[in-house]
Nanobody, 120 residues
Framework: QVRLVESGGGLVQPGGSLRLSCAAS????????MGWYRQIPGKQRELVAT???????NYADSVKGRFTISRDNARNTCYLQMNSLKPEDTAVYYC??????????????WGQGTQVTVYS
């Protein structure tokens, strides 16, 4: 199993920045993609950004040019740098990881989330 622990959330004014961290522990071998998702109360969880072990990235249109996802494979840690934050970025942000198997579908893991609030 894989344990994911997020940190770095908090309160920030519009136009400000935050950096989220996600540390993976446990059976971290064969982890391919890691990513960040966010959820507003009453809404479905949505993709923010993902990154593979080869550093290929994918971003939601709403955050392109403002957010940057990165990872440190040696430390089994994924980061989300969030710049030019907007009130609509307010949400609980969840870390995600996919662990490959010899066959079958990848195993999917989630962190417990960290709150990001953007207000003026």
């Amino acid at each position: 199993q894989v344990r994911l622990v997020e940190s770095g959330g908090g309160l920030v004014q519009p136009g400000g920045s935050l950096r989220l961290s996600c540390a993976a522990s446990g059976s971290v071998f064969n982890i391919n993609a890691m990513g960040w998702y966010r959820q507003i109360p009453g809404k479905q969880r949505e993709l923010v950004a993902t990154i593979t072990s080869s550093r290929s990235t994918n971003y939601a249109d709403s955050v392109k040019g403002r957010f940057t996802i990165s990872r440190d494979n040696a430390r089994n840690t994924c980061y989300l740098q969030m710049n030019s934050l907007k009130p609509e970025d307010t949400a609980v942000y969840y870390c995600n990881a996919e662990r490959l198997q010899s066959y079958g579908r990848p195993l999917v893991y989630w962190g417990q989330g960290t709150q990001v609030t953007v207000y003026s």
